[in-house]
Structures are given as C-alpha cells and as structure tokens.
C-alpha cells in the first residue's frame, strides 16, 4: 500500500489547510491523520473507519475534517481556524479493518505509512 501525502505548508494562525494523502489501495482499510512534532510522541489526530465512521482528537474537534473519495483514492484533512500548536509533520497510516480490530490503536506500528507533510502555523 502506498500512501503520498501533500498540502503542507506555512500559515498565519486563524488560516486553513486541506491535506491529501493519495493511496493506491485495494480493499478496505481503516485510515487515518496523525501528527508528530520533534521529540515528542506521536498523536492521533483524526480517523475513519472502513465503515465511514470518523472521530477526533479532542484538540482538533469542530476544526478539522477527514474525508476521503473513493473514486480518487485520497484520503484528505481540511484543516480550519489553525493555531501554532497545530505546527507539526503531518502523516496518513492505513490498516487493515482486521488488524484494527484486533489491536486497536496499537495496529497503526504495523500498518502502511506516507513519508509526512510539514505544516507550519505562525
């Protein structure tokens, strides 16, 4: 599975960004937005399940939106109303519904990973 991520890039705070992450998938997975600022761990930010279904971190509730289109395979993360905390590398995982299943969150370190977009909030 391969995951492209792009949209990243420098914003004033108050400013908006729509992250994509184009995917050459086949099959169902559960795929989500996580981000990750140096020295710090990784955080979940949003995800959807196979079924559609999506949920949040709460620190990005009512700002940030996953939606994916099937017919262009992207997954996408419209971001609204960013702040500077928000600054961090940006990455798409993708996983199996089974694997997820099974393991919860803990199935994203197996699951497949884009190389990350930069998002920058001044």
């Known amino acids: 599975v391969q995951l492209v991520e792009s949209g990243g890039g420098s914003v004033q705070a108050g400013g908006s960004l729509r992250l994509s992450c184009a995917t050459v998938?086949?099959?169902?997975?559960?795929m989500g937005w996580f981000r990750q600022v140096p020295g710090k761990e990784r955080e979940e930010v949003a995800v959807?399940?196979?079924?559609?279904?999506?949920r949040y971190a709460d620190a990005v509730k009512g700002r940030f939106t996953i939606s994916k289109d099937n017919v262009k395979k992207t997954l996408y993360l419209q971001m609204n109303s960013l702040k500077p905390e928000d600054t961090a590398m940006y990455y798409c995982?993708?996983?199996?519904?089974?694997?997820?299943?099974?393991?919860?969150?803990?199935?994203?370190?197996?699951?497949?990973w884009g190389q990350g977009t930069q998002v920058t909030v001044s």
């Open positions: 998938t086949y099959g169902r997975y559960v």
């Open positions: 995982a993708a996983v199996s519904p089974e694997n997820y299943d099974e393991n919860g969150s803990g199935a994203w370190a197996s699951g497949y």
């Open positions: 959807m399940d196979s079924d559609g279904s999506t």
